[in-house]
């Protein structure tokens, strides 16, 4: 079974940052395409991140520029290095992983594994 286990989340001013991880195995990261997903109350989960097992990283427009998807496959993490935080970042944060490509987590799609989630909550 895939193991995915997220902790960083937290409260955090307009403007600040976080850094957000996920637990996972080597095999995991190795096998899979690994991303992040966020879902508001009240809206649609949408894909934020993803990072392909040949390194490729795609990212949704609303956080191009601001995120950061990376993974360490020694140690073996994946994270997700938010900055310049905006209160509509504010929700339930969940790393995915996948056999599908990138394109179907970032269109929307859903994920064969993801974790218990944690929560970014973004106010002045």
């Known amino acids: 079974q895939v193991r995915l286990v997220e902790s960083g989340g937290g409260s955090m001013q307009i403007g600040g940052s976080l850094r957000l991880s996920c637990a996972t195995s080597?095999?995991?990261?190795?096998?899979?395409?690994m991303g992040w997903f966020r879902q508001a109350p009240g809206k649609q989960h949408e894909g934020v991140a993803c990072?392909?097992?040949?390194?490729?990283?795609f990212y949704a427009d609303s956080v191009k520029g601001r995120f950061t998807i990376s993974k360490d496959d020694a140690n073996p993490t994946l994270y997700l290095q938010m900055n310049s935080l905006k209160p509509e970042d504010t929700a339930m944060y969940y790393c995915?992983?996948?056999?599908?490509?990138?394109?179907?987590?970032?269109?929307?799609?859903?994920?064969?594994?993801w974790g218990q989630g944690t929560q970014v909550t973004v106010s002045s």
């Open positions: 080597r095999h995991t990261t190795t096998t899979y395409h």
């Open positions: 990072l392909a097992n040949d390194g490729t990283t």
């Open positions: 995915t992983a996948e056999l599908s490509p990138c394109g179907w987590m970032m269109g929307g799609g859903a994920s064969s594994y």
